[in-house]
């Protein structure tokens, strides 16, 4: 019997930004990965990059494009999965961690993913802003995990430091993390950490007073190596 179809795309919206500035406040509003302008596409990863660097002001809207690669809808998880590209484009929207994981849970148990884990970006609470966008710019990947003397206190996401950066500037970034520092990513249980990861593509299992910090990178690594269950799932709608 035939699988049923499930949706393994999230929306790439068409954004109205003439810069890079402008494509950050929207998508961090929108709470997207990726987007769509005349160039091409434009990812968060791309304009953390920009931010990083001190540039997201003053650069162009097409320093912020990047070339994603194209899936068919038929199978189109398993098609993401052996690219080994963390974003792609298919009919309906975008492909990502947190949507594919989303559609694959049944296939890819988070405690799977747990064990694949690798040390994602850190800060402390006093690190600025700027300095997370950074270390997430080094690791390529869209949060920093908020640590102190080895006890985790929240994740600082793209989204938060990209919308600073465009609506505050430069100055904006010089705010510590630990003002910024989500708490609500913090599972206590698998499940939890499932459905942070289908919502955010990143998480932070509690367990027995220590953390397994899974970032959208280590998500993206378990999704790749989970290729061959992940065949003939989703047509992209």
Do not use: Q
């Not at 912020?64 to 809808?73: I, K, M, N, Q, S």
């Not at 919502?199 to 190596?225: E, K, P, T």
Request: proline fraction near 7%; glycine fraction near 10%.
């Amino acid at each position: 019997m035939p699988r049923p179809k499930v949706r393994v795309t999230e929306p790439a919206p068409e954004l109205s930004a003439s810069s890079p500035a402008e494509a950050a406040a929207e998508m961090a509003r929108s709470g997207c990965l990726v987007a769509l302008v005349p160039a091409g596409a434009v990812t968060l990863d791309s304009l953390v990059r920009l931010a990083a660097a001190g540039r997201l002001h003053s650069a162009g809207l097409t320093e912020a494009v990047a070339e994603l690669p194209r899936v068919p809808g038929r199978s189109a998880a398993s098609s993401y999965a052996a690219l080994g590209s963390k974003y792609a484009l298919a009919p309906g929207g975008a492909l990502t961690p947190r949507s594919v994981y989303g559609a694959a849970r049944e296939a890819l148990p988070p405690a799977e993913v747990a064990a694949l884990a690798a040390p994602p970006a850190v800060v402390a609470p006093n690190a600025t802003l700027r300095g997370a966008l950074r270390r997430m710019a080094e690791r390529g990947s869209v949060c920093a995990f908020v640590v102190r003397a080895g006890k985790l206190k929240g994740v600082v996401d793209a989204w938060t430091a990209l919308l600073v950066a465009a609506e505050e500037g430069e100055r904006g970034l010089d705010a510590p993390c630990g003002e910024h520092a989500k708490r609500e990513l913090l599972a206590s249980s698998y499940a939890e950490a499932a459905e942070a990861l289908s919502a955010f593509g990143f998480a932070a299992l509690l367990v027995g007073g220590a953390a397994v910090m899974i970032d959208d990178v280590s998500l993206h690594r378990a999704i790749v190596a989970a290729v061959e269950r992940l065949r003939g799932l989703g047509g992209g709608r």
